[in-house]
């Protein structure tokens, strides 16, 4: 053979021999997960794990300095992935957010919006904060549940719109739970009511908190059939909002 063709099926050999090295390591790979999954996974092992985890990341108040565009986000990171994963999937026209805090969850919405080129938000607070000005964001002040507010949230949506609504206001059982029965008639079939801070009371943070937003979603859920709990949005690990998911079924 001539010495360049000689040259050059070794060159090919050669590359396909590191072309099988990589996927025979790829399946190995997946090969592992298998067995893992099948043999050594416990839950509960990992359900400590996680938890343990999660009130490390709770505790060590690393929510209290977390930003989006330099504004303060009372959030996990990951929850807000899981939002923009929601907004992006639903498309909603109108998100109702109770609880705006610093606004930075709101500005965060507001940008995925700008990515779509679709949808407002609408956010409730009872603090007059100076907030992020947006042409997607109309603040309200007030107590998300009263009847001023509701009648202002009424006017700004139009009919047919589809709507997602966000509670992360007043976490005492009570409230969320008046809240819920309030804003989950605005959500909209196929569309999510996220109840945030389900965590709290011991889910597994704040033991000493009392009844809050997880135990409002269990009463409401006892009677209301509309709403289901996906528990495919807690997908990674740890999530501020366990069993808060809700997405309207009809
Ligand atoms: C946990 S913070 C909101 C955090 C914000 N959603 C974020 O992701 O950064 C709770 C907010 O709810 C507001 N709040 C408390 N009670 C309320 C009520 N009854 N109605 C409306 N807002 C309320 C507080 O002023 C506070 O700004």
Not at 4 to 24: G, P, Q
Not at 90 to 97: A, F, L, M, S
Request: net charge positive.
């Amino acid at each position: 053979m001539e010495k360049r063709w000689r040259f050059r099926a070794i060159f090919e050999t050669e590359k396909n021999m590191n072309d099988l090295k990589i996927s025979i390591k790829k399946e190995l790979k997946v090969f592992y997960g298998f067995v893992y999954r099948r043999f050594f996974f416990n839950p509960k092992i990992e359900k400590k794990f996680i938890d343990e985890f999660h009130k490390f990341y709770f505790y060590s108040r690393v929510i209290g300095n977390t930003k989006w565009m330099g504004i303060n986000v009372l959030k996990i990171p990951l929850d807000l992935w899981i939002y923009q994963e929601i907004i992006y999937e639903t498309k909603p026209d109108v998100i109702i957010e109770c609880g705006t805090g610093w606004g930075g969850t709101t500005l965060f919405l507001a940008n995925i919006c700008d990515y779509l080129k679709h949808g407002k938000i609408i956010s409730i607070d009872i603090v007059p904060y100076e907030r992020p000005k947006h042409q997607r964001i109309k603040y309200l002040l007030g107590p998300s549940t009263s009847d001023n507010i509701i009648r202002n949230v009424e006017k700004l949506i139009n009919k047919g719109s589809r709507v997602m609504v966000i509670l992360d206001s007043d976490h005492r059982k009570e409230y969320v739970l008046k809240e819920i029965k309030v804003f989950s008639k605005f959500v909209t079939k196929g569309n999510y009511l996220i109840v945030e801070d389900t965590n709290v009371n011991g889910h597994p943070v704040s033991d000493d908190h009392g009844p809050g937003p997880y135990e409002a979603v269990s009463e409401f859920l006892k009677r209301n059939r509309k709403f289901q709990i996906d528990k495919s949005r807690e997908k990674f690990y740890i999530s501020q909002n366990p069993n808060g998911y809700l997405l309207k079924m009809n």
